[in-house]
T-cell receptor, first 116, second 114 residues
Framework: DTGVSQDPRHKITKRGQNVTFRCDPI?????LYWYRQTLGQGPEFLTY????????KSRLLSDRFSAERPKGSFSTLEIQRTEQGDSAMYLC??????????????FGQGTRLTVV | AQSVTQLDSHVSVSEGTPVLLRCNYS??????LFWYVQHPNKGLQLLLK??????LVKGINGFEAEFKKSETSFHLTKPSAHMSDAAEYFC????????????FGKGTKLSVKP
C-alpha cells in the first residue's frame, strides 16, 4: 500500500503523560501536513513541512507540541504533558509541491488521542 | 491570508433531488481549491480539485464544482442525491504561492432523506 499511514490508530493516555505519533507519507511527496480534528469540526492546521524544513506552525501549536521530519520522509508529532483538551483526531497528509503548484493532499486514517 | 467559508453547516435533501453545498474563499494569490468528503469513521477523500485549468471541475460520484473568481466561490453540486452521499463535506483552499498550506472550512453535513 502506498498511501499515508499513521501509527498508532488509537492512543489513550493519562493527563500529564507525553505521547508521540508517527506519520509515513506517500514516498514521492515532499510536503507533509499535520492537522487536528475534534468532533463536529473541520480539520485545523497545525504545521507543515517541505522536505525536512518546517515551513509554518499554527498558533494552535503550543510549546507542548513539537513536530519533526528529520530526513524528509516520515514525521513525528509529540505532545508533552498532555491535557484533556488535547483529545482529538490527529491527521497527517502529504502532497507534492512543485514550483508554485500544490497537488491534492492525501490523508491518513488519523490517530485518535484520548486523554483521561 | 487564506480563508474559506462554508455557508451552511447542515444541508438536508431528498434522494434524487439536486445537491448544492456553498463555499466562498479568500486568497491573496491565485488559489487551488478542493472539496473533500468524510464519511463517518472514515478518512478524508478527495472529491475534486481546481488548479487553474477549466473553471467547471468534475469529480467522483457525479459531483462537480464551478470556480467563479468574480464571486470568490467554489460551490459543490450534484444533480441527483443518493443515500450514500450522506457525509461531511469540506471546502479547502491553498494559495498557489510557494508558502501555501491547506486551509479547511468548518464543513457541511449533508443528510439525504429517502
Amino acid at each position: 500500500d502506498t498511501g499515508v499511514s499513521q501509527d498508532p490508530r488509537h492512543k489513550i493516555t493519562k493527563r500529564g503523560q507525553n505521547v508521540t505519533f508517527r506519520c509515513d507519507p506517500i514516498s514521492e511527496h515532499n510536503r507533509l501536513y499535520w492537522y487536528r480534528q475534534t468532533l463536529g469540526q473541520g480539520p485545523e492546521f497545525l504545521t507543515y513541512f517541505q522536505n525536512e524544513a518546517q515551513l509554518e506552525k499554527s498558533r494552535l501549536l503550543s510549546d507542548r507540541f513539537s513536530a519533526e521530519r528529520p530526513k524528509g520522509s516520515f514525521s513525528t508529532l509529540e505532545i508533552q504533558r498532555t491535557e484533556q483538551g488535547d483529545s482529538a483526531m490527529y491527521l497527517c497528509a502529504s502532497s507534492s509541491h512543485t514550483g508554485h503548484m500544490n497537488t491534492e493532499a492525501f490523508f491518513g486514517q488519523g490517530t485518535r488521542l484520548t486523554v483521561v | 491570508a487564506q480563508s474559506v467559508t462554508q455557508l451552511d453547516s447542515h444541508v438536508s435533501v431528498s434522494e434524487g433531488t439536486p445537491v448544492l453545498l456553498r463555499c466562498n474563499y479568500s486568497s491573496s494569490y491565485s488559489p487551488s481549491l478542493f472539496w473533500y468528503v468524510q464519511h463517518p469513521n472514515k478518512g478524508l477523500q478527495l472529491l475534486l480539485k481546481y488548479t487553474s485549468a477549466a473553471t467547471l471541475v468534475k469529480g467522483i460520484n457525479g459531483f462537480e464544482a464551478e470556480f467563479k473568481k468574480s464571486e470568490t466561490s467554489f460551490h459543490l453540486t450534484k444533480p441527483s442525491a443518493h443515500m450514500s452521499d450522506a457525509a461531511e463535506y469540506f471546502c479547502v483552499v491553498s494559495d498557489r504561492g510557494s508558502q501555501g498550506n491547506l486551509i479547511f472550512g468548518k464543513g457541511t453535513k449533508l443528510s439525504v432523506k429517502p
